[in-house]
């Protein structure tokens, strides 16, 4: 039903309208798609930064090994740039060192809600001389 306001003309109608509550039911349709897209964003760069920690200690372990460092070392000090829960083999063969590096990767505030892949990194260096 609709009615005019006095002196306004047929401009004036008032009555329902059909796109009362677009908005928010447009609202409740993207909000989850925004958080989502969010989450995604946020874990892709979490798993970048867990990729170039892994990268850099693998680096340093296998620098450290090369000059004679023990493995205990080696794993202390990877422990130490990636984080605790970081896995770390060190193979020392055929006069190379090769060191990988693992470690899961984690939402801040979210870690133990979403698992996310691991992510690891190698890195081999020819051992040095005089170096058994």
Not at 19 to 33: I, K, N, R, S, Y
Not at 79 to 102: F, K
Not at 110 to 125: D, N, Q, W
């Amino acid at each position: 039903m609709l009615t005019a306001r006095p002196g306004r003309g047929d401009e004036a109608a008032t009555g329902p309208n059909v796109d009362d509550g677009m908005v928010t039911a447009e609202l409740a349709v993207a909000l989850p798609t925004v958080v989502v897209t969010l989450l995604a964003g946020v874990a892709a760069l979490s798993a970048v930064a867990t990729q170039m920690r892994c990268t850099d200690a693998a680096a340093t372990v296998a620098r450290l090994a090369a000059r004679g460092e023990s493995a205990a070392v080696a794993q202390a000090v990877a422990r130490e740039v990636v984080g605790a829960p970081a896995r770390v083999e060190v193979v020392t063969a055929n006069g190379s060192v090769t060191v990988v590096v693992r470690s899961p990767t984690a939402l801040p505030l979210l870690g133990g809600l979403l698992r996310l892949p691991a992510v690891s990194a190698r890195y081999s260096l020819p051992v040095e001389p005089g170096v058994r």
